[in-house]
């Protein structure tokens, strides 16, 4: 190789073109994000709230409603920040990731882009983005964070006297003899209820840096066929919605929107399965899982197949405009950039 070719060979790999890729899938990120921040929030607790209570938070506007009385503007924002700090490397890598595959699988416009080449270029995209980031650990507290205010029944924290065995979680969810906390008490501190202090409480408490990462595999598992079917979809839907001469900004919303919601649908059951293996392990809420089979195990026994959607009708409200911003979003920056 030759001096000039060894010093192209950089430029070439961080382009002005891949650098557009980069940023504007991070812009889309933080900025679809954030518009659904309340139903993501929402999404959460539904998903791990113990299916005995009589406090659960049940409809849409009505919990929405609830969680505006019971904490403001900021609860409709809580963990809306650390989400943000991890979705932007996260989605920049997916876009990024994507493009660079469309290209290499298709000789660079040599072979046709067919839906075979999207499912395997988003799959990759989504298993990249996942082993790439190291933020995984932020998304872990994001759930913790999501449902430590709220006020679904917790366990406050019980000193047991000398000689008394400290009962132990005989179930998924609270037993018949754990008493739920009131409302105007928390077993968090102020303290922990900030993204360091609540990844000090749960490394302190659960195994150490480890603990950070559980729920990995479930994620692992499901990011790769939902990245791939929402790529495809949009891709797919791109050619039937906005043909050439009609690419308004509500025909890509739309396609946006469509492609969020098929994906989701389709592998919400492993996202069911990220958060409560995200939140066993969680003293307050009395869950313990011992893997993602076991998880699955229980959710089946406890709560029927309906267990696995738990939470689907915020999501779906919620992934039409996120993914819908994304994308909209992740055009319009690239083009801003000038990158094709």
């Not at 650098?19 to 889309?28: E, T």
């Amino acid at each position: 190789m030759t001096d000039k070719e060894q010093k192209k060979s950089p430029a070439t790999w961080i382009s002005p073109q891949l650098s557009s890729y980069f940023i504007a899938g991070g812009v889309a990120g933080a900025a679809s994000r954030t518009v659904v921040s309340p139903l993501e929030r929402l999404k959460i607790i539904q998903q791990v709230q113990p299916v005995s209570s009589d406090k659960q938070y049940k409809g849409v506007w009505s919990s929405l409603v609830r969680m505006w009385r019971e904490e403001g503007f900021k609860g409709y924002m809580r963990g809306n920040g650390i989400n943000c700090l991890r979705i932007i490397p996260y989605s920049a890598v997916q876009f990024t990731t994507y493009e660079q595959l469309k290209k290499w699988f298709t000789g660079y416009g040599a072979k046709p882009l067919d839906t075979t080449t999207r499912l395997c270029a988003g799959a990759l995209a989504g298993i990249t983005s996942v082993c790439a980031c190291t933020t995984y650990p932020l998304d872990l507290i994001r759930s913790r964070l999501s449902i430590a205010t709220a006020s679904i029944p917790m366990r406050t924290a019980a000193v047991p006297s000398p000689g008394t065995a400290q009962p132990a979680v005989a179930s998924v969810y609270h037993t018949a003899s754990t008493a739920a906390r009131p409302l105007a008490s928390s077993p968090f501190t102020p303290q922990e209820l900030t993204m360091w202090g609540m990844a000090l409480k749960v490394m302190r408490e659960e195994g150490g840096l480890r603990a950070l990462y559980r729920g990995l595999i479930p994620t692992a598992m499901g990011v790769a066929p939902y990245v791939g079917i929402n790529f495809a979809s949009y891709e797919a839907l791109r050619g039937i919605i906005t043909p050439p001469g009609k690419s308004s900004v509500h025909r890509k919303l739309l396609c946006g929107a469509l492609a969020g919601s098929i994906s989701q649908t389709l592998t919400y059951p492993f996202d069911v399965l990220r958060r409560k293996m995200q939140v066993t392990g969680m003293n307050a809420l009395g869950i313990k899982y011992n893997g993602a089979w076991d998880a699955l195990r229980s959710i089946i026994r406890t709560e029927g197949v309906r267990g696995l959607y738990r939470g689907l009708w915020p999501n779906l409200l919620k992934v039409a405009p996120s993914i819908a911003t994304s994308f909209f979003t992740y055009e319009l920056v690239k083009e801003l950039l000038g990158a094709s």
